[in-house]
């Protein structure tokens, strides 16, 4: 309940820039939404998801307005090739630089302070920890969850076969998402 009582609290709508071009080190450009706190004008620190499953979830908006109500800035990012993103999707081969390039852009905005962590699951937290090892300088957190450890060697192979879950995974992925 909200502050009178018997009210209900009223709705919150964060401050939404739609498809922000990201450039990468190669010419490619990502398309990433940014979700802002709707009061003050920042820096917040930020929140980075990148995922190949479409950045305009329901699931991802409802996650940003989370973090925007509570002073953060929150941007979810389509991998390379997914979504709005230009590129070709490789799954992997890109994440590192790909995220490398995004934390230090999301960093260099006017609305950032500087401060950059990264969150998700599976695919979005393995492109987390592609991204940290290639040290991105404004990187200061990552919480990546259910993302394989050894990649080529527990996924997509095991015991050096293509596991079923790795052809079902791949059939999902092809192709773009559609938005």
């Known amino acids: 309940m909200g502050e009178a009582e018997g009210q209900p609290e009223p ?10 071009r990201v450039p ?4 490619v450009e990502l398309s ?5 706190p709707a009061v003050g004008d920042g820096p917040w620190p930020a929140i980075l ?25 929150f941007v979810t990012q389509d991998v390379r090739g997914r979504g709005d993103s230009d590129g070709s999707f490789n799954p992997f081969f890109n994440e590192g630089a790909d995220g ?21 699951g599976s695919y979005g937290g393995a492109v987390q920890w592609l991204a940290a090892k290639e ?9 990546a969850s259910a993302a394989a450890g050894r990649m080529m060697e527990e996924l997509p192979y095991r015991f050096g076969t293509l596991t079923p879950f790795a052809f079902w995974w791949l059939n999902i992925a092809a192709g773009r998402t559609v938005q």
């Open 11 to 20: 709705a919150y709508y964060p401050r939404h820039l739609f498809d922000q």
């Open 49 to 73: 998801q990148r995922t190949p499953y479409d950045n305009t979830d329901e699931l991802w908006v409802g996650i940003a307005t989370y973090f925007a109500k509570h002073d953060y800035a």
């Open 100 to 120: 490398y390039d995004t934390v230090e852009w999301v960093a260099a905005q006017p609305w950032c302070d500087g401060k950059v962590g990264m969150i998700g």
């Open 135 to 143: 040290r991105p300088p404004h990187l200061a957190a990552i919480a």
């Open 24 to 27: 990468m080190r190669d010419g």
């Open 32 to 36: 990433a939404d940014v979700f802002l």
